[in-house]
């Protein structure tokens, strides 16, 4: 599959704050990819370093498989910060404006502002716009030169619900029509319910890549109780596959390192150890176990 962007071995610092440390992935063409972490996990850091509008310390990154160069910047339509339209101009002038700074056709106006539903609203004036139409707008506006990719730093800070069930709706719809989608989130659901693929950042460190699909199936849980929990704690935890135990009312949630089926833990316990389960239930282990495992274990 064709390369979007690859980064390898990025670093940054700001003085003494190690905002990216030795960050490498691929961005495959076609997928979703979301960018996870915490506030301040250095996500703006990455994309402003691979969108030029930052230095990097170490490390090279490559878009296209090239090293960055000026002929590539427009195959890349990207949001970094809140966008500045001119308040009392309309969606329509606004979006002129962008396509004289861009050097594109005018045809491109009605283009992206049918894909992000604004057409009808074009001679409104951009401060009459609610957050999420102006955000709208703000994609419309990196759709105009037909980028390959979109980038997008955190693309529902501050909506309502509705707006954010719109952005989400507005990527996946820009995802089907063939564009590469880079979004950053802090927000574990929003990454889980529309991307393809994950990487997962705290404190500018790498913690976890893959498939969202693939993460969410790796591992396993299991929720066990007994009459002695004291004991089935005390052997669970020695057990060699334990990887976590969470006490959930009068539960255990137990995670593994590998999946492990209902029957080889009742097998183990019963035989080996001597302890009859009151309760056996396999979980699907879902990202946000292992986001807020991830994100615990590193601290
Ligand atoms: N201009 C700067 N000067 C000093 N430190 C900075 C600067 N920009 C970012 N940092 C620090 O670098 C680290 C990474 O920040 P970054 O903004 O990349 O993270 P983030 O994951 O995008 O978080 P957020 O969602 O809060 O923007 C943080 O510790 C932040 O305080």
Not at 58 to 79: D, M, Q, S, T, V
Not at 195 to 222: Q, W
Not at 242 to 269: M, W
Request: hydrophobic share 40%; glycine share 8%.
């Amino acid at each position: 599959m064709d390369s979007i962007l690859k980064i390898e071995n990025l670093q940054k610092k700001y003085k003494h704050i190690q905002a990216v440390a030795d960050v490498s992935f691929e961005v495959k063409k076609g997928s979703i990819f979301g960018l996870l972490g915490p506030n301040g996990s250095g996500k703006t850091t990455i994309l402003g370093i691979v969108l030029n509008v930052l230095n990097r310390d170490h490390g090279n990154y490559y878009w296209f498989g090239e090293a960055p160069l000026k002929g590539n910047r427009g195959r890349i339509g990207a949001i970094l910060e809140h966008p500045n339209f001119y308040p009392y101009l309309s969606a329509e002038k606004n979006l002129e404006v962008v396509v004289g700074i861009k050097q594109v056709s005018k045809d491109n106006i009605e283009r992206v502002l049918r894909i992000v539903e604004l057409f009808d609203r074009r001679k409104d004036k951009f401060s009459t716009f609610s957050l999420g139409m102006k955000q709208r707008l703000a994609i419309a506006a990196a759709l105009i030169s037909k980028p390959e990719v979109l980038v997008l730093d955190e693309p529902t800070n501050g909506l309502d619900p509705q707006g954010i069930v719109e952005i989400r709706e507005l990527i996946l719809k820009i995802a089907s029509m063939g564009t590469t989608i880079i979004i950053s989130s802090h927000l574990l659901d929003e990454i889980e319910k529309i991307c393809t693929d994950v990487v997962i950042l705290k404190n500018g460190r790498l913690l976890l890549a893959g498939k969202v699909g693939e993460i969410n199936k790796k591992s396993s849980v299991i929720e066990v109780a007994a009459d002695d929990m004291g004991k089935l704690y005390d052997v669970l935890e020695n057990y060699q596959y334990t990887r976590l135990i969470e006490a959930d009312n009068d539960k255990f949630l137990v995670s593994f390192t590998h999946p492990i089926s209902c029957g080889v833990l009742n097998n183990f316990l019963l035989t080996e150890r001597k302890i009859s389960l009151t309760h056996l239930v396999q979980k699907r282990e879902t990202l946000e176990n292992r986001f807020m495992e991830l994100i615990s274990e590193s601290k």
